[in-house]
């Protein structure tokens, strides 16, 4: 945090509540008027901030292993024509849940078996339980190094596999209140 400091040319006081406040969870605008800075400035620490809490996530992201729970969803505003897969100008994340542990989430530019295999490798060790739903780009995990256990809707299989969905919904109200409220552009998403 330090070299951050350096970099900026805000007081180290004004820095402090800045960052207060986002621990807080207040948006840029609401902790620019309380501090009586330009809200763009409050956006762009903001910001940076979110970086910085990215790149530690992603450098200290271990393999999982254990059961695992794999899912993708689909983040933006409403678009009028198709929903769900396949919708234009939506955001697909991928996300790995550990049970009882740690989620991983990153963003995809798509959903075929090859984009999604090569991930699911790097993150997860052989031999692990991994969960899915029925949607066929995971097909090629029946045939590799994990044991592979699809959840059904319709079976009573469901329950285990609510946890994922919940994190899905608490993700999508964080994008909202991120792309909406606080005003990031939607690079910064992709």
């Not at 763009?40 to 393999?63: C, G, H, Q, S, W």
């Not at 029925?134 to 995990?141: E, K, P, T």
Request: aromatic share 10%; with cysteine; charged share 25%.
């Amino acid at each position: 945090m330090d070299k951050t400091r350096r970099r900026s040319r805000l007081p180290a006081n004004i820095q402090e509540e800045l960052l207060q406040q986002f621990v807080a969870g207040a948006t840029a605008r609401v902790a620019a008027e309380l501090l009586q800075i330009n809200r763009n400035t409050a956006i762009l620490y903001f910001r940076k901030l979110r970086e910085l809490i990215a790149i530690r996530v992603a450098a200290d992201t271990p393999f999982l292993s254990g059961e695992i729970e794999l899912d993708e969803s689909y983040f933006g505003g409403a678009r009028k024509g198709q929903r769900g897969r396949g919708a234009a100008g939506k955001v697909i994340v991928f996300g790995l849940l550990k049970r009882g542990g740690k989620v991983h989430t990153l963003v995809v530019h798509d959903t075929k078996s090859n984009a999604l295999i090569l991930i699911i490798c790097q993150k997860i060790q052989p031999d692990s339980i991994v969960y899915t739903d029925c949607y066929r780009s995971y097909d090629v995990l029946d045939v590799s190094e994990f044991r592979h256990h699809r959840i059904r809707w319709y079976s009573h299989e469901i329950f285990a596999h609510i946890m994922m969905h919940r994190m899905w919904t608490a993700e999508r109200k964080d994008f909202v209140f991120l792309r909406y409220r606080v005003a990031i552009p939607r690079h910064c998403f992709k």
